[in-house]
């Protein structure tokens, strides 16, 4: 197919258009956030251990993963749907009615293995309920899972009520407390890192991935394109709920405990771990290596301040901070592309009119 | 050129036409907060019939009482929501309030009631102003904002409460009475809040700063266009919903007597779920402070209705929860049929 | 329509602008900018995109404050620091695509901000609208003013733009290409407003890609070029030819197509194509190698049909066939896998992911052929995109920059080197050139019609009868969500078409 089509006297200005020093382009990897972040965790890291001689102790460093594995858990599938433009707040939710549902089944003498199959279906069908909604009903995503926050969790309620569920063997809460034979690892953290090798994969290296950032920067041009986006929505939400579902056991087998309140508000620490790891709340913009950062980071905050007994009650003033910070530092570098963008475009522009004058 | 003219797609039809789709659309957008006074009509029926006591003047001091708090918070998410933000912080504001205004007595016993209403006021608007110049000037999504400070403000009460609690028999007699007084067994706190309501009603419908809120939920950029200060504007939204959290606070304190640092928990959700329900949309522009407080006076009116026929308290919150999804549905299935009539009439004017 | 234009040039100055000069950092927006508008005066001013003019009108609206230059208002120098400053001044400006608040009422929306009050502030909602309902009368409208601007047409919109201006008492009307988005009868009557404007002796500037609608409306003319005025003279005086050559610095070949008319086998074939309430019974086809022409007014369903087609909407009734396999409907992705592109209409919102780098956009619509073992391949993607970059003569930086550093013409041709690169056999381009400079347009036509040569089966949906014409093979013309007349490209005139489209039951002009 040869298109010589075109105008010969137009003569393409690539030339003159946005190539930055060399000094410039090999600093920028730095320049991004996940960089900045890296630096964070870093200071952190220090920082922790100069507050308190524990911190870098390997029973303590265990304890660190113990308490942030689910949370990073849910922050994964987390990532990929607000990077699609969406967001889900029922994590938190879901992940209790899992824990209800584990443990009003094992109360009725339920086999363990069909309990687990049992709550993880039932993790895609919450996921499916937010989906649906939003892709079918069109319904704004925010408004839905804060419904559905609500009513996961009052089904928990209903499912359990006062009750407190604890004789798990400990064949199974040894799986919440104990490190994976061989290395200093929680099993919550073993799922997590080959669940982050698999959402980054999907993310970064695959069709379907691409299709999440076309979603995010633009569901309108991503649907003109040929992709399903009610449906690449949809996976995302029975993604997430399947997950949460698993943090769930998770979760269940660490305490070893099933109450309905399990894991209440922890959706803050999952959107506060996606959005600190650069993720914009307005989609499109993300990556999972910053993710694997920012639950690091989290982890390392969090633990060093409850080592100097802060209040774990109070934490939220942390972590709400963070969040914060994480959502206005990447405005003021918006704000930076935005305004390098325009002058890149009036400077095409320009060159435009002058390739046509040539 | 004239033939042109008038054989375009455009409403130069006879005008006949107009009066009757004004009908159709007035007619949509009453039916809607008709619909939640039938929903709540309905339901005082069936529960008074399935269990008189219901209709006992002490439960609906209750319920009114109840009520009278969350159209508080109402009427400030109302004004936050219709300028198409979120405030999420509302409960953690209620509960700082409460705590550090009632504490107030344990400190000086003495203390005029007047300055304990200033302080549970002045610390509500101290936290809308935070919310309020962080999204007005910090460009930064409410949602996000304002669930940090749920968060912060709700940390922070922790630590200001410490081991501590406020108990009622700290509170002097004068201070329970505000929320316990009644006249014709009707709460006087409900009538002033009442009152409240259909004076923030007015200021919506009437006055320029009012419909301000409305052009920027309804379009953000064409309010920075023809010159809204849409940051000022907002930033005073967040800081009344704060105040009004912050007065909540107090009168909590009084009906309750007992603060802890768990005061307010969750309020956020019921106020979101009581505003959307009352008709105001999830994503601004449209809505009224009456269908929000209505839709707080049903929330509570369920609830109460659950506990009066004996139906576990274990329901209250799956089913606000699901109310506020058909809440949201309902709208969006009003407001593109709504569109799609304008739309076929605009069309139907045609040729 | 020029009785009007009496020969009195010396209707006294409006609005006049010296030597304007505004930098951005390096980038020089405007070197001299020179305008002078009339009282009761249409003012055209033509340009290439990236020539100035946006920056101009933002300099009146008081957007931007100019770095050096004189502004006169009335006589008066005169420095708009806003656009509130502006307004005050006399000045409104109505954009291409207005922005209203659509929860609220026609009346509102017009007197936002001016409300008129009672005492204590209150709004005074009976005198408002009246005063809406008599400037919607002066201009010849029946709107309600109390009805919400919800589902209002963009022609519509525009009208309540205008009754704002009014409302305003403003004596300079600014209008940023408003008929950039209209079909040709709303054209028609968005003129006789302006007709109407000037018989109230309102200055008017007028930009517009559209000559002929110059030639109709404007008694002069400014040319600018590269942040500069190179001509400004009566509209009597400058032929059509010396505008083109005068906003593009060099004279334009304009060719039209000369092929044959095809044999090919049908490609693409609608059949009673039926969307309750948007259009009925469209049945029509189109051959291999051939360019058919959808035309028709804005709101007459030929985009609605277009995305039909594409299963981006849903229809109700009827069958797409496509090289004879029949589509399911509101399947994009099976559609395109038949064989069919689509280039949208709003090519920011609908054709590119503006976010996203030249080569991702391109690579878009051919993941699968990217990807090895369900992994992308970014190598290829690059070489995908710099190849068809190539091929179409994109002025681009690098692969990697991300699309928003285009030019708007540049813009389309990576939505078409997206499609063009899954070689497809039916192409449909709604509005393929709206809100392109003349140069790129010339080469966007050429490809059009050089795609038709290699045998691809073009739809074009257009809303200037020039390109129209000088595109198709075959024109099928629709009024009122239905196909009402085929013309033979020898048959069809500009006029004949105006009449399908617009005129119902043969009550001709």
Known sequence: ?358 | MSTAIESSTQPVSASPVVPAERRATSLILRAREFGIFGVLFLFVLFTSIAQPRFLSLQNIKFILIDTTVFALLAIGETLVIVSRNVDLSVGSVLGVAAFVSSNLYQIDPGISIIVVFAVGIGVGLACGLGNGILVAFGKVPSLVVTLATLYIIRGLDVLIVGGNQVVANALPSSFLAVASGSVLGIPVISIIVAAMVLLAAYYLRNFRSGRDLYAIGSNPSAAQLVGIPTSKRVLIAFVISGALAGLAGVIWASYYGTINSTAGNGYELQVVAAVVVGGVAIFGGSGSVVGAAIGALLLNTINSALYVLGVSAFWDQAIAGLLLLVAISLDKGIASYLAKVLRGRSRNHGA | MTADHNADDFKAVALSLQHARKYFGAVHALEDATITLRKGEAHALVGENGAGKSTLVKILAGVHVPDSGVLEIRGQQIRLNSTREAIAAGVAVIYQEPTLFPDLSIAENVFMERQPTRRFGRIDYPTMERSVEEILAQLGIKLDPRRLCLGLSIAEQQIVEIAKALSLKAEIVIMDEPTAALSSAEVDRLLAVIESLKRSNVAIMFISHRLEEVYRICKRVTVMRDGRYVLSDATSNVSQDQLVRAMVGRDLEIRSATSDAPTGAEMLKVEHLTEEGVFSDVSFSVRAGEVVALAGLVGAGRTEVATAIFGIRRYDFGAVTVGGKRLRRGAPLEAMRSGIGLVPEDRRQQGLVMEMSIARNVGLGSMKKLSHFGLLNSGRENSLAQEWGARLQLKYGRIGDSVETLSGGNQQKVVLAKWLARSPKVLIVDEPTRGIDVGTKAEVHRLILELARQGVAVLVISSELPEVLALADRIVVMREGRLVREFARKDATEELIVEAATVSGGVAA
């Not at chain 1, 030339?15 to 920028?28: F, K, Q, Y």
């Not at chain 1, 309905?260 to 990556?287: D, M, P, Q």
């Not at chain 1, 390392?300 to 003033?317: C, E, H, K």
Request: one cysteine or more; a neutral charge; proline letters at 3%.
């Open chain 1, 1 to 358: 197919m040869a298109l010589d089509v075109v105008d010969q006297s137009a003569t393409a200005g690539s030339d003159a258009v946005g190539n930055p020093s060399p000094i410039r382009r090999l600093l920028r990897p730095l320049l991004r956030w996940e960089g900045g972040l890296a630096l964070v965790l870093v200071i952190s890291v220090v920082g922790g251990s100069l507050l308190s001689p524990e911190f870098l102790t390997a029973s303590n460093i265990f304890n660190l993963q113990l308490s942030i594995g689910e949370i990073a858990i849910m922050a994964l599938p987390l990532t990929l749907i607000i990077i699609s433009g969406e967001i889900d707040l029922s994590v938190a939710s879901t992940l209790g009615l899992s824990s209800s549902v584990l443990g009003y089944l094992w109360l009725h003498h339920w086999s363990m293995g069909l309990i687990i199959i049992v709550v993880l279906a039932l993790g895609a069908l919450l996921g499916l309920f937010n989906g649906l909604l939003v892709t079918r009903l069109g319904l704004p995503s925010l408004a839905v899972t804060i419904g559905t926050l609500t009513l996961y969790s009052g089904i928990a309620l209903i499912v359990l009520g006062s009750t407190i569920v604890s004789n798990f063997p400990l064949s199974y809460t040894n799986i919440g407390v104990n490190s994976v034979p061989g290395v200093d690892l929680s099993y919550s953290m073993l799922i997590f890192f080959i669940l982050a090798i698999l959402a980054a994969v999907l993310a970064h290296y695959t069709s379907f991935g691409r299709s999440i950032y076309a979603i995010g920067s633009s569901p309108e041009a991503a649907a003109y394109a040929g992709i399903r986006v009610k449906r690449v929505k949809t996976i995302l939400f029975v993604l997430s709920g399947v997950v949460c579902a698993l943090a769930g056991i998770l979760f269940t087998f660490r305490l070893s405990t099933a109450e309905y309140n399990n894991g209440s508000g922890l959706e803050l620490n999952a959107v506060s771990i996606s959005l600190l790891a650069g993720v914009s709340i307005f989609g499109g913009r993300g990556t999972i290596v910053g993710v694997v950062l920012s639950v690091a980071t989290l982890g390392v905050i969090q633990n060093a301040l409850l080592l100097t007994s802060f209040p774990q009650q109070a934490m939220g003033v942390v972590i709400g901070g963070l969040l914060l910070v994480s959502v206005f530092v990447p405005n003021i570098s918006l704000l930076r592309n935005y305004l390098r963008s325009r002058r890149l475009r009036s400077n095409a522009a320009l060159v435009d009119d002058a390739g046509s004058n040539g």
